[in-house]
């Protein structure tokens, strides 16, 4: 079985950084789901079949948010920056401008 999160050998990396790689590819997995289910209830004309799809979009939902949430539990910088970002109302890009200086402020 291959690993190709890893872009290192993986023996010379830390448990942390594998775990790290688990979890961002397991964030791209559930992304990649979240889009399948989007695409297929568009097209979707079987209430019943459309209605499971969009229950088994919202647990991938979920899941991107557990992941996304341990990432950010070990990433300041990251938090400090979607904070800045996240459930804010205005810009969005001068509210990413405002991420990157919260990001900066912890250096």
Not at 2 to 9: A, L, R
Not at 30 to 48: C, F, G, L, M, P
Not at 70 to 85: G, N, S, T
């Amino acid at each position: 079985m291959g690993f190709d999160q890893y872009h290192e050998p993986a023996e010379e990396l830390s448990q942390e950084t594998r775990t790290f790689a688990r979890i961002i590819v397991s964030l791209g997995e559930e992304t990649d789901a979240i889009n399948w289910y989007e695409q297929r209830i568009s097209v979707e004309k079987d209430a019943e079949a459309r209605a499971i799809m969009e229950n088994a979009q919202e647990e991938e939902f979920k899941h991107f948010g557990m992941d996304l949430e341990f990432l950010l539990r070990h990433k300041p910088k990251w938090r400090a920056a979607l904070e800045k970002i996240l459930f804010q109302q205005g810009d969005i890009v001068a509210l990413g401008k405002s991420g990157e200086e919260a990001e900066e402020s912890l250096d």
